[in-house]
């Protein structure tokens, strides 16, 4: 995608929208949700490998729209894990529960008997691993008969927005982003035992992407929990103020899901909130990470 968001004004940030990659693309169909984030991919079956001029099409799409979708998708859990390792190594979750001798394959489900669901609140997933993920491929098979959208937020456009004088005085800040109360307790219902520790990691304020080199904001409400170097006042000033700058409507997808639908994000630049409005209904999938590196 071709744009360019501009800093905060009396009014907000703006963006202006250039024309995209969509004629670049010979083997997939594209179309876009928003101008900032979200990409709908058509003409790729999953079920097969894919072809390298598909799967580097692929790649480019997420590369470009961040988080990219493939509608009508029934394939096997083999199938949805042998997608995911042609990006990487996959990720085994640190608290979730897993599908039987699979423990790459996170088991997403919410019921009436449910507690919570999975993903309420602005996050990057595992965002507390020393190297937290860079993918996630979330297949939804069921769907309550309305509601279960899934909110995505560009991080790039969130750091491009700030303000130059903004942008220095968070370069070289790190922040601490714990597990720890995040985890602890969260899947007793579901009969999964605590571990004794869970992870806990210190990441930079602004993170480089290691694909597009572009700066994106990598801090998140569920995961950071302070600024490294900072008075707790302050800290908490900081981060209430950026975690309220990267919810900007402008920053974001929203996306109705549909049984046999995949949604697959790049967790480095991009940020996701899942909507719990559904109850008693049923949601329920499965969700393969991919391994990232340390963000640097």
């Not at 790729?44 to 598909?54: C, G, H, M």
């Not at 009508?72 to 990720?91: K, M, N, S, V, Y």
């Not at 000033?237 to 109705?256: E, G, N, S, V």
Request: glycine fraction near 8%; aromatic fraction near 10%.
């Amino acid at each position: 995608m071709s744009f360019k968001v501009e800093a905060r004004t009396a009014k907000g940030p703006r963006v202006r929208n250039a024309s995209g990659r969509a004629s670049d693309f010979r083997h997939i169909r594209i179309r876009r949700v928003t101008p900032l984030i979200g990409t709908e991919i058509e003409g790729v079956d999953l079920s097969r490998p894919l072809a390298d001029e598909v799967f580097t099409e692929v790649r480019q799409a997420l590369e470009d729209g961040l988080v990219i979708f493939f509608r009508g998708q029934d394939i096997t859990p083999e199938q949805q894990l042998a997608f995911g390792r042609r990006f990487g190594d996959l990720h085994a979750h640190p608290a979730a529960p897993h599908v039987p001798g699979h423990p790459e394959l996170m088991i997403i489900e919410a019921d009436e008997n449910s507690e919570r669901a999975n993903g309420e609140g602005w996050h990057s997933d595992v965002s507390c691993d020393e190297e937290p993920p860079m993918g996630s491929i979330l297949l939804i098979r069921q769907c309550p008969p309305e509601g279960g959208d899934t909110l995505f937020a560009n991080m790039y456009a969130a750091y491009d927005a700030l303000s130059d004088r903004m942008k220095a005085h968070l370069e070289g800040l790190t922040a601490v982003h714990d597990g720890e109360h995040v985890y602890r307790g969260l899947y007793a219902n579901l009969g999964v035992a605590d571990k004794p520790t869970y992870p806990r990691a210190i990441h930079p304020v602004v993170r480089i992407h290691p694909w597009t080199g572009r700066r994106s904001l990598y801090v998140n409400p569920a995961f950071t929990t302070s600024i490294v170097g900072l008075p707790r006042d302050e800290s908490d000033a900081l981060l209430r103020y950026l975690y309220q700058h990267l919810q900007h409507p402008l920053f974001q997808c929203r996306f109705r899901w549909e049984p046999n639908t995949i949604a697959f994000w790049d967790n480095r630049c991009a940020q996701h909130h899942a909507i719990w409005d559904y109850w008693p209904h049923r949601r329920s999938g499965h969700r393969v990470t991919i391994k990232g590196d340390r963000p640097v």
